[in-house]
């Protein structure tokens, strides 16, 4: 059960990743942009700070996403994932860097089907976006269902990295659906920590506290 964050901000997975709870980070181009960075030394800056997985994602033809997802795969070693779409370029190029024992997450999964052929073309991880698919519509937590499911039925090792979370209550209905991994933005993350009765509790326990310290 791990938690990724999904943002380039790299000040702001530094403070979260102190509380030793954050496995890895996604990134895609958007995130970068927003971010104002160049993305490899996003990167380079979190592999520094120990981040052990970060989803860097590839653009461009076949060939271009080949040899950028070989370079950096060189670049960064093991904390490289190399992020392709679910196309069949993508896919081709998944299946050549999981030949070379990189990791790929495949991303933009809105199918159960992109799944299947992601799980076979080597991906580490497949990457269903679930706060899109809710936005048309279907059901995005299904979704992770769906593919909990077969991948458990056919005993893929594909990892379901769970996308586009936009609340609390999908992160834990993606866990109990099967997801290996979610993706946060980190205001989901930090909303994790809040109960309303953890709140409450609290105060009491601290009001009763001074007033047993004092008696
Ligand atoms: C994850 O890898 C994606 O980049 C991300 O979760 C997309 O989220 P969004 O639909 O909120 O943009």
């Not at 190399?82 to 790929?104: F, H, M, R, S």
């Not at 159960?112 to 991880?125: D, E, F, N």
Request: hydrophobic share 40%.
């Amino acid at each position: 059960m791990k938690i990724f964050l999904d943002t380039a901000d790299v000040s702001t997975i530094l403070t979260h990743f102190e509380t030793g709870l954050i496995d890895g980070v996604t990134t895609n181009p958007t995130l970068i942009m927003k971010s104002g960075r160049d993305p490899e030394d996003v990167y380079q800056e979190l592999a520094e700070a120990g981040v052990r997985d970060i989803s860097m994602e590839v653009v461009g033809s076949r060939d271009e996403m080949t040899s950028e997802g070989r370079r950096l795969a060189t670049k960064f070693q093991e904390v490289a994932t190399i992020k392709v779409p679910c196309t069949p370029d993508g896919l081709y190029v998944c299946n050549q860097l999981a030949k070379d024992g990189t990791k790929v997450n495949v991303t933009l999964i809105f199918d159960a089907a992109q799944a299947i052929l992601a799980a076979k073309a080597g991906a580490t991880y497949v990457s269903p976006f679930v706060g899109r698919v809710d936005d048309n519509s279907f059901g995005g937590l299904c979704l992770v269902k769906d593919i909990a499911n077969t991948y458990k039925m056919h005993s893929v090792e594909t990892q379901i990295l769970a996308a586009s979370i936009r609340n609390v209550r999908d992160v834990g209905r993606a866990f109990e659906y099967g997801a290996n991994v979610c993706t946060l933005p980190v205001k989901v993350f930090d909303k994790m920590y809040d109960h309303i009765l953890t709140e409450k509790g609290l105060e009491l326990f601290d009001k009763d506290y001074a007033a047993a310290c004092k008696s």
